[in-house]
């Protein structure tokens, strides 16, 4: 009985410290401190590259940038030391017309909330579908590379 007792003792001895040393591991941060202050910021949208270029403001200069052409566009990121973001966008309406043009306009404002990380040098967002954004410095690019009513490339620069 003492036998049985003692060798249950040290199984649950050695279950203990092999779930500890295997927790332990897994709780360290995958990023750095140097990375989170890198990225973690405000960075606002400079650039909503599409295809084929649209005038929307009837000024007769086709832009492949849909900033130029709709004064209401904007977006926001707020990535945050906690592995949360925030995302604030406008949401666009885009209705295909005829011969590669589109009558497009702003809709309501969006936000968008949920966690990120920093895979080969880039940002996931979580947020039901994973949104994926290139790290260059101080900016960040989504590319999609698709054709209207979808969107080329998105760019955000950190402020």
């Known amino acids: 009985m003492k036998f049985l007792t003692a ?3 040290v199984a649950v001895l050695l279950l203990l410290l092999v779930t500890a040393c295997s927790k332990s591991s897994s709780e360290e941060p995958k990023i750095s401190q140097e990375q989170l202050e890198a990225v973690t910021g405000l960075y606002n949208l400079t650039e ?4 084929p270029a649209q ?3 009837n000024d007769d200069v086709f832009s492949e940038n849909l900033l130029d052409e709709l004064d209401c566009l904007n977006a926001s990121i707020i990535i945050r030391e906690d592995l949360s973001f925030s995302l604030f966008e406008v949401q666009l309406d885009i209705t295909f017309i ?3 043009q589109y009558a497009i306009f702003c809709r309501e404002n969006k936000t968008t909330t949920g966690t990120w990380d920093l895979v080969n040098n880039q940002i996931v967002l979580s947020m039901g579908t994973e949104g994926t954004y290139s790290l260059d410095g101080t900016v960040l690019t989504r590319t999609e590379g698709q054709n209207l009513p979808d969107f080329q490339r998105l760019v955000f620069e950190k402020q």
């Open 48 to 51: 909503y590259q599409i295809s």
């Open 7 to 9: 060798n249950l003792k």
């Open 98 to 100: 005829t011969n590669d």
């Open 55 to 57: 005038d929307l403001n």
